[in-house]
C-alpha cells in the first residue's frame, strides 16, 4: 500500500518517507537506499530522511558513510536527539572517544532539557487556564532557543482563552524575542482593538508598541 501511495504522491510526500524507514527498520536497507536519495533531491532540507540514509549505510556496514551522512541530518534538524546518540555511538566503536564523549553529553543535556520541557507542558496542558504554567513553559521553550515550539505554544493557549490581554502579550512577546519585529507589532495592533475598552489592556498594549518604536 506505501509502494503505490509513493509512487502516485511522489518523493517529496510522507508517504515515501515512511516507506523507507520502514524497511530501514526490517534490514532491507538496500531497498530504502534509492527511495531516501530520491527524497533528498525532492527535499534536500529533510532532517528525518538523512537521518534514514545514515542508517542505512550503519546497517550495510559503511560506517565512514554514516558518520558523514549523520552530521547533515543534525544541521539540517538540529533538534534530533537520536541522530545525535547515533553518531556519538559509531564515533566511539570507530576509535573517536573525545568527538563521541562530547556528543554524548550534548545528548545528555538535551535530554534532560527536553524531560523538563514535557513536565512544564503537561502542567499547562492540565490547567490551561493557569498563565503561570503557560508562562513557564513558554519561557522555558524561549531560553532553549526552542523559538518555534514556545510560539505554537503561545498560540495554541492564546486560543483556549482569548479574552485574557495577557496571552495576546505573550504571543507578542515571541515574536519579538525570535525576531519577528512585523508580526509582533500586528498582534499588539489587533490586541488594542480588541481590548480598547480595558484602560489597563490598553495601556499595557501601547506600551508594548513603543518598545518596538511604534506610535
Known amino acids: ?117 514535557s513536565g512544564l507542558l503537561a502542567a499547562a496542558e492540565l490547567r490551561p487556564h493557569d498563565f503561570a504554567a503557560v508562562t513557564a513553559f513558554v519561557n522555558h521553550a524561549l531560553a532553549s532557543g526552542e523559538l518555534g515550539l514556545a510560539l505554537r505554544a503561545a498560540q495554541r493557549f492564546l486560543v483556549e482563552l482569548p479574552g485574557e490581554p495577557e496571552r495576546h502579550l505573550l504571543v507578542a512577546r515571541v515574536f519579538r524575542e525570535g525576531g519577528s519585529r512585523a508580526d509582533a507589532v500586528r498582534v499588539l495592533r489587533r490586541g488594542l482593538a480588541r481590548f480598547a475598552g480595558d484602560p489597563v489592556a490598553a495601556r499595557r498594549f501601547e506600551a508594548g508598541l513603543a518598545a518596538l518604536g511604534v506610535r
Open 1 to 117: 500500500m506505501l509502494r503505490r501511495l509513493a509512487e502516485k504522491t511522489g518523493p517529496s510526500g510522507p508517504a515515501a518517507s515512511r516507506l523507507a524507514r520502514i524497511l530501514v527498520k526490517l534490514g532491507r536497507s538496500e531497498e530504502a537506499f534509492p527511495i531516501l536519495k530520491a527524497i533528498l533531491a525532492a527535499t534536500p532540507e529533510n532532517g528525518e530522511a538523512r537521518f534514514a540514509l545514515a542508517r542505512t549505510h550503519q546497517r550495510a556496514g559503511r560506517r565512514e558513510e554514516a558518520a558523514e551522512a549523520f552530521r547533515p541530518a543534525l544541521a539540517e534538524d538540529d533538534s534530533l536527539n537520536k541522530a545525535r546518540f547515533a553518531l556519538a555511538q559509531l564515533l566511539f566503536r570507530t576509535g573517536r572517544p573525545e568527538e563521541a564523549t562530547e556528543l554524548f553529553a550534548e545528548f545528555e543535556q538535551r535530554e534532560a532539557v527536553a524531560e523538563q520541557s
